[in-house]
């Protein structure tokens, strides 16, 4: 079954486009707060998968704001280019990267993560945080990623798991169901979002399914990295075609 945000007719890349839409001015603020900052951590843990490659061009799906493609500069990498469907998200990004000056850098355009308009083998590095589980169709998604991909380049996920051992599972259940909905709902004036949220989680296919599901699209050398008592999960593939 397709979790979508506002449960209309609308596919589910129009309905997610929408939500971050309207949720991007209070975004970041909303990132920070419901995840107490750990989410800041959690992306410089991500990008250190990458330090060894030493990428000089990196693309970033699902970049929204820009935070994880920011990131991604301790990396001193050449160029990051950052893609999304949501124009609002892109909007406050662009203003986040004018601000801190780093447009030489960091280049970031609307785009569609499953139909990616760059050259085959184009990126030394593609990055996804707290996206793919927001795709309408993962594994066209994932094959597309690995289509622009170089070969040997590496390809990191950071991405909401299910914790399963006692009592992170029933307090991660409780805050995730209940508490953050409700400050979502309130700070982002949006019904929806931060119910979605949960339910895009709950439906995601995590752990070993999602390992498995980047070897069926063509990565190879997986490898996945629990965070924080298994509430988040980086997930790392290569290119080796």
């Known amino acids: 079954m397709t979790v979508t945000p506002y449960k209309t007719e609308a596919g589910k890349k129009e309905q997610v486009a929408e939500m971050f839409n309207n949720i991007s001015p209070s975004y970041d603020f ?11 951590l959690w992306r410089k843990k991500a990008i250190a998968f990458l330090k060894d490659a030493k990428p000089k061009t990196i693309l970033d799906i699902a970049t929204g704001t820009g935070d994880l493609a920011i990131e991604a500069l301790s990396l001193n990498p050449d160029k990051i ?7 609002g998200m892109l909007a406050v990004g662009k203003q986040k990267i004018k601000k801190k000056k780093l447009e030489d850098k960091i280049e970031l355009q609307l785009g569609d993560s499953e139909k990616l308009l760059f050259a085959d083998n184009n990126f030394d590095a593609v990055t996804v945080a707290f996206g793919v589980r927001n795709f309408e169709n993962l594994e066209k998604g994932l094959t597309d990623i690995y289509r622009v991909l170089k070969p040997g380049g590496t ?27 409700f400050f979502g709902k309130v700070i982002s004036k949006d019904n929806s979002a931060y119910t979605y949220l949960p339910e895009s989680v709950k439906s995601f296919p995590d752990g070993e ?10 990565f190879s050398a997986t490898k996945m990295k629990p965070l924080t008592f298994g509430i988040a999960t980086i997930y790392v593939g290569k290119k080796t075609g």
């Open 155 to 181: 390809f990191v996920v950071l991405e909401f798991s299910k914790p399963v051992t006692f009592p992170v599972k029933q307090l991660y259940n409780f805050y995730f169901n209940s508490i953050l909905p």
């Open 81 to 87: 280019t950052g893609v999304d469907i949501s124009e």
């Open 30 to 40: 909303l990132n920070h707060f419901l995840s107490l900052g750990i989410d800041v």
């Open 209 to 218: 399914n999602f390992t498995r599901l980047l070897i069926k699209t063509g």
